[in-house]
């Protein structure tokens, strides 16, 4: 059901691993491959992505510096 007539969301998307298992660098350079991976399809013209289960402040900022 859509609430507001607005053009983002709906999608999701993410990387099925265990946060506690890797390192804060590790997850740095997962975060950035899989914002490279998937740059065609998000950015304030396209698709905004939001945070979600398992991510945090460090995670959008990544995303948002590649955007």
């Not at 997850?27 to 945090?56: C, H, W």
């Amino acid at each position: 059901m859509v609430m507001v007539n607005v053009p983002y969301g709906g999608d999701n998307g993410g990387i099925r691993c265990s946060p506690k298992d890797f390192y804060v660098s590790e997850l740095e350079r997962l975060t950035r491959v899989f914002t490279q991976k998937i740059y065609d399809v998000i950015g304030v013209n396209i698709d905004v992505p939001a945070s979600d289960m398992g991510t945090n402040a460090r995670d959008c900022t990544i995303i948002a510096d590649h955007t």
